[in-house]
């Protein structure tokens, strides 16, 4: 993964699979990107701040006009039946495929040509009681159990947000029981 310098016109990672477990994710542009080309099988991760609701709407349609190449206003939204986000501008734009989580004053924005594509993220805080055993499968527990308890957070949330991302691929988000897979 490689981080966006501040102000370029590069997504934050073109390599999502590397984007586990690293803090480059705190990198972000300063302007929207001008006309980036998506690469067969290639997806791209857009980071900005969104401290509200229409600051994550304008990013987010930023983001998705320097792709299809119409006005941020003129994109339409429609969510599948579990509430993943799918861009329903038609015409001449190109078929897009996207992701979008935002927590904590930033937001990510996915975008894929070729397949479903899920992200997340989320501000790391105290976890609820029981959100670990409900989340984990047996084996990652015992990972987890064995940690010292100043790792055990960062743990617990790089696993979250991978299996999340995953959960809203394909389509089911929360949905998803998050113990049943690894």
Known sequence: MRPAPRG???????????????????????????????????THVWAF???SPAARDAG??????????????????SVSAFGKPELATPGDCPVLRIGFSASGGLALVAVQRDHAVGVDIEAMRELPDGIAERAMTTAER???????????????????VAKEALAKTAGLGLRQPFDAFA
Do not use: I, N
């Open 142 to 160: 015992q990972a987890y159990d064995v940690l010292p308890p100043a790792k055990r957070m960062a743990y617990f949330f790089d696993l979250w």
């Open 60 to 77: 987010r349609r930023s983001v998705l006009a320097a792709y299809t190449h119409l006005p941020p206003e003129s994109l339409h939204f």
């Open 8 to 42: 370029t016109d590069r997504p934050l990672c073109d390599d999502p699979a590397g984007a586990r477990g690293s803090d480059a994710l705190s990198a972000a542009w300063e302007r929207p990107p001008g006309r980036p080309a998506l690469g067969a099988a290639e």
């Open 49 to 51: 701040e969104a401290g």
